[in-house]
């Protein structure tokens, strides 16, 4: 997801859409541990999804909005 498309939503939506892609990653980890995940690179694409939520949160705390 780009971040333009996180910076629409509210914190209460990025919250929650963190909390899901932090589900998704961890199901990926059993995935990949018990050799059924197919496409490995989408743990990387999950992990940059929720540093990019987290900054945005974070950037919304200290008052640096764009």
Known sequence: MKASELRALSDQELLEKLEDTKRELMNLRFQAAIGQLDNTAKI?????????????LVERKLGLRR
């Open 44 to 56: 990387k694409m999950i992990k940059k999804d929720i540093a990019r939520i987290k900054t945005i």
